[in-house]
């Protein structure tokens, strides 16, 4: 939880119709398109998968995971219809992609796995019952006006594989790493130290695409942003700081040796179609920094750390962190939190909403979190249309306290969060635990409604094996078996069923 800020060739492409009708346009129906990036010259291809998509092939690479890896992973643009074929080089007995709410069932032939698409989807093929080695598909919508390689205001990365070191933006320039384009960070001789030794022993330099202070800036593309290359911990690959109308869009970002891609002190704020497969320990996907007006959407995240939190490591005067949206995204989560807010909480935090999206693995702490370790307080946080597949820990945990990350003597507040429409679909029936610090430092007013597991509707706390100490007020229970609200017995929830370890 290192917290961290910011002190040219042609672009080839290769457009292909598609074989089936498909898509909409300005006039209507069009004809199917489907484009491919090549990758550059002597990088490592995937020894698990090959791929085809229209009967054309897609070049498969891979990346360090945490669990069960290496994974391997593939991207390409499409509108319309198109049909995709993996090859496994192992015996494949069934299949399925996840997340399973697309309702995409596969047909499995051999070694080979077949199935369609119609929209921009990023999933997870898996085999044989299994979450490790996965193929972890990147589906993109057609770019939308890319940025031409003359043009003075874009710092332009087309195909082909570049190194950089820390690269400052200013305001109104846009950033374009082109498909078929890897990037990867460098440390310069000489470069200055920033930090000698950080909590970890390690140096910390200057991130290595730094945007601060500016307006209107942007970071866009479909090719792959590669931290592999640097230490541990040595640079960010992305860092955004007191900045307004910044957007991050359509890259894919691998291996980052620390955060991949905060927002400081920012208002206005969009991450879009932003991929993240990382294996290496505090690569926080996207972490939400006394930040306001942010929306998260369309993005598939699996790190080793929290995957989309918002935070406010900074006391007042510093600002607040609110009105965040995160919605349509794929989490999978290895280590930490899933999403949430977490850790540093020093100012307010309200006004957050999480929607629409599917945790499809979690092995960290919990996948829907509220972990406060200072005095602000968080408020009108809501977890809505959330399912998840395959939890081993813990499904909530709400928690107020004092750990290793927190600063202020004081502790926080929790009030006002509604869990509605969240649903455990799969897996196994992890617990769930709501711990305030004490008597003046309280989780309140928490409404569970339609909260499901394997398809029952949980009305109390005992049903959903969620624990609540006693410095918690106001649980609530709502749901189709019970549509009155139920206000369960502070003495029942304090008898879990399984005890948990506070880690």
């Known amino acids: 939880m290192t917290t961290k800020r910011c002190g040219v060739v042609g672009h080839m492409l290769l457009l292909l119709p598609?074989?089936?009708?498909?898509?909409?346009?300005?006039?209507?129906?069009?004809?199917?398109?489907?484009?491919?990036?090549p990758a550059p010259a002597g990088e490592k291809a995937s020894g698990d998968y090959t791929l085809e998509v229209n009967g054309q092939p897609v070049f498969v690479?891979?990346?360090?995971?945490?669990?069960?890896?290496?994974?391997?992973?593939?991207?390409?643009?499409f509108a319309g219809s198109v049909e995709v074929k993996v090859m496994a080089a192992r015996q494949v007995d069934k299949a399925i992609v996840r997340p399973s709410s697309y309702g995409i069932t596969p047909a499995v032939a051999g070694n080979a796995i077949s199935f369609s698409l119609a929209q921009s989807r990023y999933v997870s093929v898996e085999l044989n019952g299994s979450f490790e080695r996965p193929l972890l598909l990147f589906a993109n919508p057609l770019e939308v006006d890319p940025p031409k390689p003359d043009d003075p205001n874009?710092?332009?990365?087309?195909?082909?594989?570049?190194?950089?070191?820390?690269?400052?933006?200013?305001?109104?320039?846009?950033?374009?790493?082109?498909?078929?384009?890897?990037?990867?960070?460098?440390?310069?001789?000489?470069?200055?130290?920033?930090?000698?030794?950080?909590?970890?022993?390690?140096?910390?330099?200057?991130?290595?695409?730094?945007?601060?202070?500016?307006?209107?800036?942007?970071?866009?593309?479909?090719?792959?942003?590669?931290?592999?290359t640097l230490p541990w911990h040595s640079k960010c690959p992305i860092s955004i700081a007191d900045c307004s109308g910044v957007l991050v869009e359509g890259i894919i970002i691998k291996d980052s040796a620390c955060w991949c891609a905060p927002v400081f002190n920012c208002a206005k704020a969009t991450y879009r179609n932003l991929k993240e497969v990382c294996g290496r320990e505090n690569s926080d996907g996207i972490n939400i920094v006394n930040s306001q007006d942010v929306l998260v959407e369309h993005c598939f995240l699996r790190n080793n750390d929290d995957e989309i939190c918002v935070k406010t490591t900074a006391p007042p005067p510093a600002p607040e962190s609110r009105n965040i949206t995160v919605r349509d995204c794929v989490v999978w989560n290895d280590r930490a939190y899933?999403?949430?807010?977490?850790?540093?909480?020093?100012?307010?935090?309200?006004a957050v909403l999480f929607k629409d999206c599917d945790i499809i693995h979690d092995h960290g702490i919990g996948s829907l979190a509220v972990h406060m370790s200072d005095g602000a307080t968080a408020s009108d946080v809501r977890f809505e249309d959330i399912r998840l597949e395959d939890t081993r820990n813990r499904v909530v945990r709400?928690?107020?306290?004092?750990?290793?990350?927190?600063?202020?003597k004081e502790r926080g507040h929790l009030r006002n969060v509604l869990l509605k429409n969240v649903s455990v679909t799969g897996g196994p029936f992890a617990p769930s635990e709501l711990t305030g610090a004490d008597a003046t430092h309280l989780i309140e007013d928490v409404t569970f409604d339609n909260f499901r597991v394997h398809g029952k509707g949980i009305s109390n706390p005992a049903a959903g094996r969620i624990r609540a100490n006693q410095h918690t007020k106001g649980i609530k229970f709502v749901n189709?078996?019970?549509?009155?609200?139920?206000?369960?017995?502070?003495?029942?929830t304090e008898k879990p069923e399984t005890q948990m370890s506070p880690n």
């Open 480 to 492: 189709a078996e019970n549509p009155k609200p139920e206000t369960p017995n502070p003495k029942e």
């Open 61 to 77: 690479y891979t990346a360090t995971v945490l669990y069960g890896g290496p994974a391997s992973f593939a991207y390409f643009d």
């Open 398 to 408: 709400f928690w107020i306290g004092k750990d290793f990350w927190g600063h202020d």
């Open 338 to 350: 899933g999403i949430g807010i977490t850790y540093e909480t020093r100012a307010d935090i309200s």
């Open 154 to 228: 874009v710092l332009y990365f087309g195909p082909g594989v570049h190194e950089i070191a820390t690269t400052r933006i200013e305001s109104n320039k846009t950033v374009y790493i082109s498909g078929g384009a890897v990037v990867r960070g460098k440390i310069i001789p000489g470069e200055k130290v920033v930090q000698e030794r950080n909590w970890a022993g390690n140096k910390v330099y200057e991130n290595l695409i730094c945007i601060n202070k500016a307006r209107n800036v942007t970071v866009r593309g479909r090719g792959i942003l590669d931290m592999s």
């Open 18 to 37: 598609g074989v089936l009708p498909g898509g909409e346009g300005a006039a209507g129906a069009t004809a199917s398109k489907l484009v491919i990036y």
